[in-house]
């Protein structure tokens, strides 16, 4: 039985993970009656101790994973730091990883953080499914802390922000403004991210009674290209949208663009509203309007959650959840509506 795993002898012995690390590791503290039960379940089941020596390893070790999902989006620059400056400050180095949004090559990368043994990981997940490569780091030892998405069906710490919260702000006050065609440049739907901030536009529509009209919600991929192409589908309908809600900051940039090729003028003939407030926000030509997301601060938190995880292998999983601020600038048509 060579593939016999720590979470079946936990399981045989009806003890925690901790408890089996800790009489493998021969840690006094442990009762006596369970420590019997433990060795019994490594006796009966085969247990091989390499297994023990790998989790030894990722415990002793100083190096955390970051796998991110694009790091050519600017969203994840301070998320990097504020995850730098937080292990840093605790005496811990990282490996950073992309995967590209690519679920291959986020499989690659958590095959590397197992090789090299790291202390933890803080992963941004490609899916809301996990193929079981997350799973099998925390078999082998290796804690994991999911940062901006949630994995369906998977235990384990998140750090997140309210993304419905955020989206409803950002539809409500264009509706508190008077407009009621308003579209929406949704994100991926196989993502918790794009899920929720969706879920978000539609209760504001509700909260308002503004009936869903399926024609001005486009699906992009959080891609410029999308939000680009998807905005130039919105303003070909026979009846444009009066405003628009993009679900993340490369969308926005996209949408722009496809706006300024039309010579449509912001805010005067379209609104637009983004969901993550970017330091070139308000040096636009309409400066704009957007949702703005604690990112240092989500990336200080999956580290204190991830040491935390490593101190404490068996407490209760967490979920921090971080609140969005809205931040109101020309392009959303705020100051038009003040001279009417």
């Not at 095959?111 to 078999?139: C, F, K, N, W, Y």
Request: proline letters at 4%.
């Amino acid at each position: 039985m060579s593939n016999t795993t720590i979470d079946d002898v936990a399981k045989h012995a009806q003890v925690s993970r901790a408890t089996v690390s800790r009489v493998l590791n021969d840690n006094h503290r442990v009762d006596e009656k369970l420590r019997e039960r433990v060795l019994e379940a490594v006796r009966v089941l085969g247990y091989q101790p390499n297994h023990v020596a790998r989790r030894l390893r990722a415990q002793s070790s100083t190096v955390i994973g970051l796998i991110i999902s694009d790091i050519q989006n600017p969203y994840f620059l301070s998320v990097i730091r504020g995850v730098e400056d937080e292990a840093y400050a605790n005496r811990l180095s990282i490996v950073l990883c992309n995967s590209d949004e690519d679920a291959a090559k986020q499989q690659l990368y958590l095959q590397v953080m197992e090789s090299e043994h790291v202390a933890g990981l803080i992963l941004v997940p490609t899916s809301s499914v996990d193929t079981g490569g997350i799973e099998r780091l925390r078999r082998v030892g290796i804690p994991v802390v999911l940062l901006d998405r949630n994995v369906n069906g998977l235990l384990a710490d998140v750090v997140k922000v309210d993304n419905v919260r955020g989206a409803f702000d950002a539809v409500q006050h264009l509706i508190d403004l008077g407009y009621r065609r308003i579209a929406t440049l949704a994100g991926c739907s196989h993502l918790s991210t794009g899920s929720e901030r969706y879920r978000g536009y539609r209760e504001a529509l509700a909260s308002a009674k503004i009936p869903l009209n399926e024609t001005l919600v486009k699906y992009g991929d959080y891609k410029t290209e999308s939000g680009y192409r998807l905005t130039h589908e919105l303003m070909s309908l026979p009846q444009p949208p009066d405003a628009i809600f993009a679900a993340n900051n490369m969308m926005t940039l996209g949408a722009l663009r496809a706006l300024r090729e039309r010579n449509i003028h912001i805010p005067g003939e379209i609104r637009l509203v983004g969901f993550d407030d970017m330091p070139w926000s308000g040096e636009l030509y309409s400066p704009l309007t957007s949702v703005s997301q604690p990112t240092y601060e989500l990336g200080q938190e999956a580290v204190r959650l991830l040491r935390q995880r490593i101190i404490q292998p068996d407490a209760p999983f967490r979920t921090v959840t971080l609140q969005t601020s809205l931040v109101v600038r020309e392009s959303s048509g705020a100051a038009l509506a003040g001279r009417r």
